[in-house]
């Protein structure tokens, strides 16, 4: 079974950085894209960003340009830094990853932009 686990979210004040990682493990087929989305209360969950093997990436229209998303296949990382943070950016963020059969979500991760 596929495990996505997130690290890097928090509390960060506006203006600031922060970098989140999510390694999958126990995959059983090869990771495809690799990507973030977003969530908060009382709305669907949004794109942030994809990553496929060869670096190739796609961002959502309604970013901004201060997300950046990489990945490392040798380690099943993949990773979203988020610069100029603003408190809009709070929201619960997903790692995502993608193998020929199916999706595969992570827990989410708390992102908290105070002003």
């Known amino acids: 079974q596929v495990q996505l686990v997130e690290s890097g979210g928090g509390l960060v004040q506006a203006g600031g950085s922060l970098r989140l990682s999510c390694a999958a493990s126990?995959?059983?087929?090869?990771?495809?894209?690799m990507g973030w989305y977003l969530q908060v209360p009382g709305k669907q969950r949004e794109l942030v960003a994809t990553v496929a093997r060869d670096g190739s990436t796609n961002y959502a229209d309604s970013m901004s340009g201060r997300f950046t998303i990489s990945r490392d296949n040798a380690k099943n990382t993949v990773y979203l830094q988020m610069n100029s943070l603003k408190p809009e950016d709070t929201a619960v963020y997903y790692c995502?990853?993608?193998?020929?059969?199916?999706?595969?979500w992570g827990q989410g991760t708390q992102v908290t932009v105070s002003s």
């Open positions: 126990g995959t059983i087929f090869r990771i495809y894209d």
């Open positions: 995502y990853a993608r193998d020929f059969a199916r999706d595969y």
